[in-house]
């Protein structure tokens, strides 16, 4: 993992919620647990739409007994 030192303004109340929010101590370790949330919120996002590309066609329907109560 590459570091680097970005002086930039932070909305204090915002990074105390953060903190409150990931359960850490320092600006710093905030700062990287919240860019580390958003990116991994982002894989997530994207794995879900691959599962609803997937569900759309039909690629789920041999595990469900009674399809027609399941689809749109």
Known sequence: MTMV????EIDQEALE???EVL???TKKDT???A???VSQRLV???ALARLAEMAD???????IGNKAA???
């Open 23 to 25: 359960g850490t101590k």
């Open 57 to 63: 066609r039909g690629d789920f329907d041999e595990f």
């Open 5 to 8: 030192k970005t002086p930039i």
């Open 70 to 72: 399941y689809r749109r």
């Open 17 to 19: 919620s953060a903190a």
């Open 31 to 33: 700062v990287n647990a």
């Open 44 to 46: 997530r996002q994207r």
């Open 35 to 37: 860019l580390r949330e």
